[in-house]
């Protein structure tokens, strides 16, 4: 069982940063795939990044690529989303997720994890 803790979602001008956390507590946090969705109102969840276990490998969705950055810190049991370049079409409630055994080719599928956080919201302003 791992239980997931969002943090660090606010209001932000567009074009600022924000960088989400997301703790982990629980048994073998080092061995999961993380990953980062997005809700929007009236929308489908949406892939935003994922990692996987050891940090080595990333994988962005189209929107976000070259202005999100997900890390992990297995020692602290945290992974990271550091966000740039904010847009309003950013605006949405941020969640966390970690699933396992994940392989690279399900890390966008919402379906493929098997825990959730409660989400942080995250809103630009234009």
């Known amino acids: 069982q791992v239980q997931l803790v969002e943090s660090g979602g606010g209001l932000v001008q567009a074009g600022g940063s924000l960088r989400l956390s997301c703790a982990a507590s629980g048994r073998a946090f080092s061995t999961y795939t993380m990953g980062w969705f997005r809700q929007a109102p009236g929308k489908e969840r949406e892939f935003v990044a994922a990692i996987n276990w050891s940090g080595s490998r990333t994988y962005y969705g189209d929107s976000v690529k070259g202005r999100f950055t997900i890390s992990r810190d297995n020692a602290k049991n945290t992974v990271y989303l550091q966000m740039t370049g904010l847009k309003p079409e950013d605006t949405a409630v941020y969640y966390c997720?970690?699933?396992?055994?994940?392989?690279?080719?399900?890390?966008?599928?919402?379906?493929?994890?098997?825990?959730w956080g409660q989400g942080t919201q995250v809103t630009v302003s234009s």
């Open positions: 997720a970690a699933g396992q055994p994940i392989t690279p080719r399900g890390w966008t599928g919402h379906g493929n994890y098997d825990y």
